[in-house]
């Protein structure tokens, strides 16, 4: 049996050789005989692995799971255990990705509630609640002239200058009939009657005409659009000076807020 370089030769031998004087040092001799009498195959395979493990401090280099010529029981069972660490690594990583799935999921869909609580529309009114007052109570006045009326469309029509649109623009007086009207060039033709019909309902039911659109759109009140000559669009809004209905505006011609924005912008010259 040959004897591993980096151990001492033959120290079995010796142990086994080595005089006994009392007790203990028969049973280290006993010991050291049964270390001498393992199998050769046995011996064989740690004084390969051992000359392998100095060769490898020699140079420096980490262990590697490569059993190439260290034996063959230990070697097959270690090769065995090292090809069986692969799937274990894996099913880790995809232990791993599910949670990070999961929290990331966990994550958009509180996000999404939160989103969704601040984005819920207001509760509708009751409308079987009685009030103390009057909605909209504003007393009519004297009709607006027709030089302030005139300088209202051209206000309108300056507004929708500077920022590109073309509007149809009218003023009434609270019962609601045409007193000075502008038609800019390029406006849209179906939005000639619709202009007037925001201004007289805005002065006949003395509110502006996005009342109603918010009580159809937000509310469901779909019953608003059976009152008598209501329109349920945006860009009506009355004139009131002194606490009096003097008359109202109408623009139409882009979308409800352009048309809204340009009415706001003329009628704020009386509505203060």
């Not at 000559?229 to 003097?246: F, M, Q, T, W, Y």
């Not at 505006?249 to 924005?261: F, R, Y």
Request: charged share 20%; with cysteine; net charge positive.
């Amino acid at each position: 049996m040959a004897a591993c370089e980096d151990e001492e030769p033959a120290r079995g031998v010796k142990a086994r050789e080595a005089p006994s004087k009392d007790g203990k040092a028969v049973g280290a001799s006993l010991r050291r005989s049964a270390f001498v009498s393992l199998p050769a195959w046995l011996m064989e395979c740690f004084c390969c692995r051992h000359r392998a493990e100095k060769s490898r401090e020699r140079l420096g280099t980490s262990r590697s799971p490569n059993f190439a010529g260290t034996g063959g029981f230990f070697s097959s069972k270690i090769a065995t255990a090292a090809d069986k660490t692969p799937p274990i690594r894996e099913e880790t990583q995809m232990k791993s990705r599910s949670l990070t799935v999961l929290a990331l999921a966990a994550g958009l869909l509180a996000a999404s509630q939160a989103m969704a609580q601040q984005a819920a529309p207001p509760a509708p009114p009751d409308l079987n609640a009685i009030p103390d007052k009057m909605p909209f109570n504003i007393p009519f006045g004297t009709a607006i002239s027709m030089e302030r009326a005139q300088a209202l469309v051209k206000a309108a029509v300056d507004e929708a200058t500077k920022r590109g649109w073309a509007m149809n623009v009218a003023v009434v007086d609270p019962n609601g009939d045409l007193i000075a009207f502008g038609r800019m060039d390029g406006a849209q033709l179906a939005s000639v009657p619709i202009s007037q019909h925001k201004a007289r309902v805005a002065a006949r039911y003395r509110r502006p005409t996005k009342a109603f659109e918010d009580a159809v759109q937000k509310f469901g009140f779909n019953y608003i659009l059976t009152l008598d000559d209501v329109i349920a669009s945006r860009g009506g809004i009355p004139l009131v000076e002194g606490g009096k209905i003097i008359g109202a505006i109408g623009c139409s011609g882009g979308t409800g807020s352009q048309d809204e924005a340009t009415c706001t912008a003329a009628a704020s010259t009386i509505n203060k």
